[in-house]
């Protein structure tokens, strides 16, 4: 009798030959053993992947029992404006979201467990980039090591929810939990008596994906009335396009920058490159961006945009906007 395997199957079992640590192997032979035909042709396959499952679970044990392992670390190096990583559960969609809005080339694949290591890439919001990091899944069983400090050195996170599963809301808890585990905590806003010494705390948005499939406006609803109170939430499907149009100005709003432009005394702004900022920066730490020594040298400022009247002199501490032009003078 013929096993008739799916390509699914082979896509599994492709995964788990290019797997290299006990817990993915095993991630990829359970994933093998739902996805293999149930009938007599496959008898001696399963009972194959089933000793090797447990094999391998034996194996699993015994390393946890050694103690401290030192596994891989992955340094995703910072580019752009700010850097967003993406999280969530198997199949939510984290690689397609990166695929529709960056030129990175992710695995996308139908069956979980896809991605095995961060990727980046670049997000175009007007003249800004703002970098993505598509990662592995958290799952109740699995949750890389090292995805600590891909979190930890984001400057926010974005919940991948999957509004085609009727487990979102548990998918979600899963990811908030398993990061507070490690003193990681998502949040929508840091409060101000956070305790910063001994946690660390990533501002986060529920980014709500595959819009497209059949119920998921319920899903949506559930989501908002579960977690409205507490993050933003942004419904897209990544498969479609929908809502992506927004999204990098959202990301970058989110990520509380602002960009401003320089212009030197007589000439006129050099509206290619953007200076990007915390919100709320003032013109001193514009002039200190464009050089350090510009703390002493900066005679005087003047701006052009926010204020009402263009090319008004302002004092250092000025608070800068969005676009404005700003005029830095440290001749005499
Ligand atoms: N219908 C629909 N399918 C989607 C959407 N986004 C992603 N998918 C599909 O969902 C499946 C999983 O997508 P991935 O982007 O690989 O999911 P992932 O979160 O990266 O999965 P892992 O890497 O395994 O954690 C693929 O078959 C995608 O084509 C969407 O908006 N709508
Ligand atoms: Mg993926």
Redesign the pocket.
């Known amino acids: 009798m013929p096993a008739n395997l799916t390509p699914q199957y082979h896509e599994a079992e492709k995964a788990f030959k290019a797997a290299r640590s006990v817990d993915e192997k095993i991630v990829h032979l359970e994933n093998m053993l739902r996805l293999i035909p149930k009938h007599k042709g496959t008898d001696h396959m399963q009972a194959d992947l089933k000793r090797k499952l447990s094999q391998l679970k034996k194996e699993q044990l015994e390393g946890k029992g050694k103690g401290k392992k030192s596994g891989p670390v992955f340094n995703v190096e910072k580019e752009g404006a700010g850097q967003i990583v993406l999280l969530?559960?198997?199949?939510?969609?984290?690689?397609?979201?990166l695929a529709a809005l960056t030129h990175a080339n992710?695995?996308?694949?139908?069956?979980?467990?896809?991605?095995h290591v961060p990727q980046p890439g670049m997000a175009q919001f007007e003249d800004v980039q703002i970098q993505l990091v598509?990662t592995?899944?958290i799952t109740p069983d699995f949750y890389e090591p090292w995805m600590t400090d891909i979190v930890r050195r984001a400057d926010a996170a974005l919940l991948?929810a999957d509004l085609?599963d009727d487990g979102l809301l548990d998918a979600i808890e899963v990811i908030l939990k398993r990061l507070e585990t490690v003193k990681v905590n998502l949040v929508a806003d840091i409060p101000p008596d956070a305790d910063i010494h001994l946690h660390t705390w990533r501002r986060a948005a529920i980014l709500a994906?595959?819009?497209?499939?059949p119920d998921a406006g319920d899903r949506l609803e559930i989501l908002r009335e579960y977690y409205g109170g507490r993050f933003e939430i942004w419904p897209?499907?990544?498969?479609?396009g929908t809502g992506l149009d927004a999204l990098p100005a959202r990301l970058f709003h989110f990520l509380r920058l602002i960009r401003v432009y320089t212009k030197e005394p007589g000439k006129k702004a050099d509206l290619e490159r953007p200076y990007t900022l915390p919100a709320g920066s003032a013109v001193l730490d514009l002039a200190v961006r464009v050089h350090r020594d510009f703390e002493r040298l900066l005679k005087s400022a003047r701006i052009w945009g926010s204020g009402k009247y263009d090319g008004i002199h302002v004092k250092r501490d000025h608070v800068l906007q969005d676009k404005d032009v700003v005029e830095l003078n440290v001749g005499g």
């Open positions: 969530g559960a198997p199949n939510a969609g984290k690689s397609r979201v992710p695995v996308v694949a139908e069956y979980p467990f896809s991605t598509d592995p899944p991948v085609g994906n595959k819009l497209d499939l897209v499907s990544a498969g479609m």
